[in-house]
């Protein structure tokens, strides 16, 4: 299928606003290019997935509330370490703009034609998108994919997307409705997530935990977006032991049956800081293991959906092992840097289920100190970051008083933030708020190099659009 005189000339102007956008504005350059050309052509879309289903190239999407990014980037990094050529929306951008200005980008020039003029090829192996959950049905419809990644879902943005079940529904249902039944990859222990692969005829890999690990990698409020069963409405129960084994979390229906599924693939702990992990599933049953540089038990379970992915893609051992071993995170996704005499830790934090991973990670995983940490929460509620805060009410901040020293929130909203740390049972006296991120992270500097231990850490915990903001400072 050849490119039409038009989808050329938008290709020419996406790589030159791009560039302009990228190199004189210091701006990533995805989004709006593809945003002005569909005001001008608003059948862009259609025209360029219709050329990328004709050459028949593997699509593989992920979507879910928490760890989309972090699972598809390990996916498309892991590819190209394998030899492959992938076309990815790796920087996050993962609404309809982003994804096809990832997908244009791959479009390639190789020659001019007197006679035919510019020529176009296609350049990748792979297609790995990350995709928003409110995107998905259409993403998936236009793209048909070859398999769908599912991490988790929670309730996330409500103002913006209503109750997580509707988001699951509409999930399960595009799934459906795609042709040739894709490979669904899906978490069995997270009720919604393995929902969608429910009586489905697609052919199926769920991932969950070993009972070694038991109580260390899921938080324990993993039910709690789940209380009812999503096939039939009842209260979801926690099931029993089965085969000698016990998955993290057991959940059953009494009423209709649903219950989660015997995990295909799983993790485990080697007690050296690795992580092994056993498959159950087909001819590649066996084991693997490797050293996580990722931690917090929430990437234990992006690494085991990355891996079943590309074990069914074929791909061998070494390029999995060296890639999860060397991957570096997006910024703002447990995104690490050293200046000068301090270790600057960063975490995306953007709805409860995900709050309470990052809380946990960072103050148990510390080799055994018991000295509390210090953070800058950079709180805001603009649109990206849902207008609605009431959420931080159900982060579980009381568990952590004792494991959190000094305190500096900047954003739109600290306040809210400061009542709810208060109410937690927090020290006022130990909370600074500062609207202005830049003076809250001179602060918050000052505060970690006064602090009387050997290592000298900050952890920045902001919301999306901070997220975006710290970026000039820290970057």
């Known amino acids: 299928m050849l490119l039409r005189k038009k989808n050329k000339a938008e290709i020419f102007f996406y790589i030159f606003l791009k560039f ?37 190239v593997p699509v593989i999407i992920t979507t879910g509330t928490n760890g989309k990014t972090t699972t598809a980037n390990l996916i498309a990094e892991t590819l190209k370490n ?53 995107v998905f049905p259409y993403i998936s419809s236009k793209l048909n994919p070859d398999a769908v990644v599912i991490t988790n879902f929670y309730r996330d943005q ?37 929902f969608i692969g429910y009586e489905l005829k697609n052919r199926k890999i769920y991932y969950g935990l070993d009972k070694d690990r038991t109580g260390a990698y899921l938080p324990e409020t993993a039910l709690t977006d789940a209380f009812a069963c999503p096939k039939c409405g009842s209260v979801l129960s926690k099931g029993e032991e089965s085969d000698g084994r016990v998955l993290f979390h057991n959940f059953k229906c009494e009423k209709c049956g649903f219950a989660n599924p015997a995990p ?103 080799g055994g100190r018991l000295y509390p940490v210090n953070i800058l929460f950079a709180f805001s509620d603009r649109d990206a970051d849902g207008r609605d805060v009431s959420w931080i009410w159900d982060v579980e901040f009381e568990k952590y008083v004792e494991n959190i020293g000094k305190i500096v929130i900047a ?33 918050i500097f000052k505060i970690a190099r006064e602090w009387n231990r050997p290592d000298k850490k900050i952890y920045i915990l902001p919301t999306y659009t901070e997220l975006l903001k710290l970026k000039k400072y820290i970057i």
């Open 82 to 134: 394998a030899g492959k050529s992938v076309c990815s929306n790796s920087n996050g951008a993962n609404m309809a703009n982003g994804i096809f200005g990832a997908v244009i980008n791959c479009f390639k020039f190789e020659r001019l034609s007197i006679s035919a003029g510019p020529v176009f090829k296609f350049s990748a192996d792979f297609i790995v998108i990350e995709s928003d959950e409110k």
């Open 411 to 443: 954003g739109r909203r600290p306040f809210d933030l400061a009542l709810r740390l208060k109410a937690a049972g927090f020290d006022k006296n130990n909370i600074t708020v500062e609207h202005n991120l830049k003076t809250a992270l001179r602060k």
């Open 20 to 56: 302009v956008l990228n190199k004189l504005l210091g701006r990533e350059g995805d989004v709006l290019p593809v945003h002005i050309l569909r005001k001008i052509d608003k059948n862009i879309l259609d025209d360029f997935a219709g050329y990328v289903s004709a050459l028949d």
């Open 264 to 366: 295909d693939v799983q993790a485990s702990d080697d007690n050296a800081g690795g992580i092994k992990i056993i498959s159950n599933s087909g001819t590649d049953g066996g084991w693997f293991d490797f050293k996580p540089v990722l931690t917090g038990r929430y990437n234990v379970a992006n690494y085991l959906a990355a891996y079943s992915v590309l074990k069914d893609f074929k791909i061998g051992d070494g390029a999995i092992k060296h890639s999860f071993e060397n991957f570096k995170t997006k910024f703002g996704r447990s995104f690490k840097k050293t200046i000068k005499d301090l270790e600057v830790n960063i975490d995306l934090v953007k709805n409860p289920a995900g709050f309470n991973s990052v809380l946990e990670k960072i103050t148990g995983n510390r």
């Open 158 to 194: 409500l103002d913006r997307y209503g109750e997580v079940n509707s988001t699951v529904f509409e999930i399960k249902k595009a799934v459906k409705s795609l042709s040739g039944n894709p490979l669904l990859v899906l978490p069995s222990f997270e009720p919604l997530a393995s």
